[in-house]
């Protein structure tokens, strides 16, 4: 049944808002339980649907998994499958993070190519590349990823454009290879950090933590351990830019504000008064005149392109012209027909978007392409005239967890029910699902 977000006119926000662990880094945490045979704990894990289909994932090689609350049990000491198929894979296209593990403790690997997305294609020949740098044979027939290694051989590696998902798949695969390895320009986002953390408390020998150059040295096996995930920088993100938009004031709490460097300072240029605590960040733009500020994305510690949707609601709902460029995905702009649906004035050329701020916009009928542009039409109906109806909101359940009752302790009232439209605009095809 399609599900669609009714968000309420003209609302500011007041309040906290406790954040929850972050999905980009749990994923991860969780592939990584694949590399030994025991019983892993990853506490501060939220429930979304993400986590649900990495632990499907997780169930169809043989692992027991349970998610209490917050705290994830995964049992791997049953774990011998070696394949993950396309009809996983294609709901989360994180799925591929099990083929480093597969590959460093089974010596084996079938994991299916995972498609492209709403904003373009999202190739892995990054991830191929690194497993073949390891000395492992990889062909791809059927839309499948078929690896196979004795045992993985340390190497160098050089990734020539910084990638998350690539430098966890090498680092899952390292940890038990023969001998060292060395990484250079490794993405350096703090989920890679908490990756290190739980591989290094499992016995891996990893140096260079936080850095672009990561030293692997294999060892011969690995333990189970218990770690906890990180909070969620981009939720956290998401709250602050929707303060800020609706003139509010609002703090997120149990965050790394280390973690949110870029945003903070483009939040501060538009006038908003924030400030920070050890664990949390208040945003105050309570009666002040914002600026629009334009922003490019870039590899952390650069401004996330995760919160590049979100920024552009920001800027259409101030007075003035900026420009939002996205280095990292140059095509994600499927939000733009969106906005300006609701009445925004943007133009796109390349990887870079014109806006001219609208003081209010219009409520109207939206749609969701992906987790962060759905994010960033939620923020825009906070400030319509009238109500906005968002549907495929399937997207967002991958990575906002309690949505609802987060944005009502902020006064804010989002209705979720069942969507009676059938015309052809709701029907996405499952490649949409896969960016995250
Ligand atoms: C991770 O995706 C995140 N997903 C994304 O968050 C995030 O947008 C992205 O990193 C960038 O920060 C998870 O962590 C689950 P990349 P990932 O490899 O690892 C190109 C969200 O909303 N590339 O860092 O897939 C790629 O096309 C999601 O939570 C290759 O060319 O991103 C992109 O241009 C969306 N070949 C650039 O690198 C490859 O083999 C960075 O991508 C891999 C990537």
């Known amino acids: 049944m399609k599900e669609v977000y009714q968000v309420p006119a003209s609302q500011s926000l007041q309040g906290d808002v406790i954040i929850s662990g972050a999905k980009n880094a749990v994923l991860p945490l969780m592939a990584a339980t694949l590399l030994c045979r025991g019983t892993s704990i990853i506490n501060n894990v939220p429930q979304l649907d993400d986590v649900d289909t990495m632990a499907d994932v997780l169930r169809y090689l043989g692992a027991k998994v ?4 917050s705290r994830l049990t995964i049992d791997t000491r049953e774990c011998d499958g070696y394949q993950a198929p396309y009809h996983l894979v294609t709901k989360m296209r994180a799925s591929i993070y099990v083929l480093g593990p597969l590959l460093a403790r089974l010596g084996q690997a079938s994991v299916a190519l995972p498609g492209g997305c709403a904003w373009g294609p999202r190739p892995v020949d990054l991830h191929i590349a690194g497993m073949q740098a390891l000395s492992a044979k990889v062909e791809l027939s059927h839309g499948n990823i078929h690896a196979h290694a004795g045992r993985l051989k340390g190497a160098d590696f050089t990734f020539p454009i910084s990638s998350v998902g690539a430098t966890v798949n090498l680092l899952l695969a390292a940890v038990l290879a023969d001998g060292t390895t060395r990484l250079f320009n490794a993405a350096i986002e703090p989920e890679i950090d908490n990756l290190v953390d739980q591989l290094n408390a499992m016995g891996a020998q990893i140096f260079g933590k936080g850095s672009n150059t990561l030293v692997i040295e294999g060892v011969a096996e690995l333990q189970a351990a218990e770690i906890d995930a990180i909070a969620d920088r981009i939720e956290a993100g998401t709250y602050l830019i929707a303060a800020a938009i609706t003139k509010g004031k609002l703090t997120v709490k149990q965050v790394q504000p280390s973690h949110l460097t870029a945003l903070i300072d483009s939040l501060t240029a538009t006038g908003a008064l924030v400030y920070c605590e050890d664990d949390s960040i208040t945003l105050d733009a309570q009666r002040r005149t914002l600026k629009p500020i334009s922003i490019k994305t870039g590899p952390y510690p650069l401004f996330a392109t995760d919160l590049q949707p979100q920024w552009m609601t920001l800027c259409v709902s101030l007075a003035g012209v900026s420009q939002v460029t996205d280095t990292v995905y140059p095509e994600r702009f499927q939000h733009v027909a969106e906005l300006c649906r609701l009445g925004a004035n943007i133009r796109v050329k390349g990887n870079t978007a014109s806006i001219i701020g609208t003081p209010s916009l219009s409520g109207a009928p939206v749609k969701a392409s992906d987790l ?65």
């Open 66 to 69: 349970e998610l209490q609350g």
């Open 372 to 436: 962060r542009a759905g994010a960033a039409l939620i923020l825009a109906g906070l400030i319509a005239t009238e109500h906005t109806d968002i549907s495929d909101i399937h997207h967002l359940d991958r990575g906002y967890q309690n949505l609802i009752g987060k944005f009502a302790n902020l006064g804010v009232t989002i209705h979720r029910h069942a969507s009676h439209t059938t015309d052809c605009q709701t029907k996405t095809t499952p490649l949409l699902s896969l960016c995250g």
